[in-house]
């Protein structure tokens, strides 16, 4: 433990600043609220977006002075088993042979959209989400790989961001090799919890023995950064026993985790219905348990991030945050800024040229859309000049905790102070509280406000202060 553990005193007492849990606090402010992955968000997408909308934003973007780089993302919808917590689009099943008739259409989607980007624009970052990416087979991997690379100018130096997302259960060394084969760099190892009642309650039973060899296979094999996503507020959780699942996953030393807030919405995710509501912490457990992650982990010597991220002091995350280039996407927290992220399989969400679309949610009808020989597109929205200054602005403070207001006024050509006077008004009363402060020209988040960044942002977003229905988002803690 004596290496994962960080010994600079200093930095430790900056750590013990970045935070301070106050209950009385959160539980005001605890209310729904969107997790800012793009503004505005998937809640005002409409399916007002055409095809020739995007091929517009398509050529403008190729059009620009110094284009962007690419960022692609590929959703492999397939898992063999439901996790009754998953809120994710996927198609549960165990014929493995489905993925072969999607993996057709991706190709299709794949060669429509690479006709829409110039060669040189260089693919800077690549992800696979699902769903279970590894529910593909070997062959399968090196299809899609192979069929991307010919659509796309990818590096092939091992320096761009390749990463994915698995299921420890659904890999073994060789497939692991595969993907080290194929350019992948990084990995996301889905865990939740090692504590085997935890498990069993939410459908999801894997060793940790079987979490440790897949960490250890995937060093061996180069990759360049391992990431586990732990869940919070499952049932029978309690502090104690999610303390041994922190204490395992530092153990395993993985370069970022992510301590995800369960949010139980049985009428919305059907999966969650199997879920027995009695054994689920308490509002007040929960608020225990998160504050103990907290602790645990910033002891253990990781960054808080934000939104339930956490890092390494020389991860590219934690760097970025602290020279101000941390960027939000739909993948997260990313130090990616200037890409245009090409989304491709149902249900992707993309960014391209200021503008956001997203693909069908309904499998037979994105088969049915390629076909015809069309992008599957379902909704999206053109983003006015109001919405792209108010991104930027939520965008810093959701990312690093600072908003520099003459900076601001200095890229955009306006006066902060009038264009957000009904904001600023609003912002007085989290002033007070001690969430945050603006003072010398510069809006700052102050340690009791960083769990709660999520309440300062959903001040700027114009369409919740229109009445935007806060129904559909989770909790913000």
């Known amino acids: 433990m004596e290496n994962h553990t960080l010994t600079e005193q200093n930095h430790q007492d900056t750590m013990a600043q970045q935070i301070v849990f106050d209950v009385d606090l959160i539980k005001r402010y605890d209310r729904t609220g969107p997790r800012y992955t793009s503004y505005p968000t998937a809640a005002q997408f409409h399916p007002g977006i055409s095809e020739d909308d995007y091929r517009k934003w398509a050529q403008h973007s190729n059009e620009d002075p ?36 999607y993996l057709d259409y991706l190709c299709r989607e794949i060669a429509l959209q690479g006709q829409l980007f110039d060669s040189d624009r260089i693919v800077e970052q690549l992800h696979w989400g699902g769903g279970t990416p590894t529910f593909l087979d070997n062959d399968q991997i090196r299809k899609l790989t192979d069929v991307t690379s010919r659509h796309f100018t990818l590096r ?8 994915i997302e698995i299921d420890p259960r659904s890999v073994d060394a060789d ?57 919070y507020g499952l049932p029978y959780q309690t502090v104690a026993s999610f ?3 922190l204490d395992s996953v530092i153990d395993m030393n993985p370069d970022r985790i992510a301590v995800y807030n369960y949010a139980h919405l049985p009428e919305r995710f059907k999966p969650q219905r199997r879920i027995n509501e009695a054994t689920l912490p308490s509002a007040d457990e929960k608020l225990a348990l998160l504050q103990h992650t907290i602790e645990h982990l910033t002891g253990a010597g990781y960054v808080y991030i934000g939104m339930d991220h956490f890092a390494k002091p020389d991860d590219e995350l934690a760097i970025a945050q602290e020279n101000g280039s941390l960027h939000r996407n739909f993948q997260g927290y990313s130090t990616h800024v200037d ?34 020989g069309r992008l599957p597109l379902d909704r999206g929205i053109e983003l006015e000049p109001d919405d792209l200054l108010r991104r930027d602005v939520i965008n810093h403070l959701i ?22 006077r009904p904001e600023l008004e609003d912002l007085q009363t989290m002033q007070a509280d001690g ?20 309440n300062i942002c959903m001040v700027f977003d ?16």
Not at 156 to 163: I, Q, V
Not at 207 to 229: C, H, I, P, W, Y
């Open 66 to 101: 110094i284009p962007r780089s690419l960022s692609l993302y590929f959703h492999i919808p397939f898992c063999d088993t439901v996790c009754y917590y998953c809120a994710c689009t996927k198609v549960v099943t165990k014929n493995h042979h489905r993925a072969s008739e």
């Open 156 to 163: 092939t130096d091992d320096s761009g961001e390749h990463s």
């Open 175 to 231: 497939k692991l090799r595969v993907l080290r084969e194929a350019g992948f760099n990084r990995i996301s190892l889905g865990v939740q919890d090692v504590n085997p009642e935890v498990q069993k309650a939410v459908n999801r039973q894997q060793s940790l023995e079987l979490t440790q060899n897949v960490t250890e296979q995937a060093r061996r094999l180069g990759f360049k950064s391992v990431n586990m996503d732990l869940m």
């Open 243 to 245: 303390d041994r699942t």
């Open 339 to 372: 890409c245009d992220l090409v989304s491709m399989g149902m249900s992707a969400i993309g960014h391209v040229c200021d503008n956001y679309s997203q693909n069908v949610r309904d499998l037979d009808q994105y088969y049915a859309l390629l076909d015809a």
């Open 399 to 420: 990312c690093n905790f600072v908003l520099d207001i003459k900076a601001l006024e200095k890229k955009w050509n306006f006066n902060f102070h009038t264009h957000f």
């Open 435 to 454: 969430l945050l402060l603006v003072e010398d020209e510069i809006l700052q988040v102050l340690p009791a406000g960083r769990l709660l960044v999520r």
């Open 462 to 477: 114009r369409y919740l202060r229109k009445g935007s229905d806060h129904s559909r988002f989770s909790r913000v803690i």
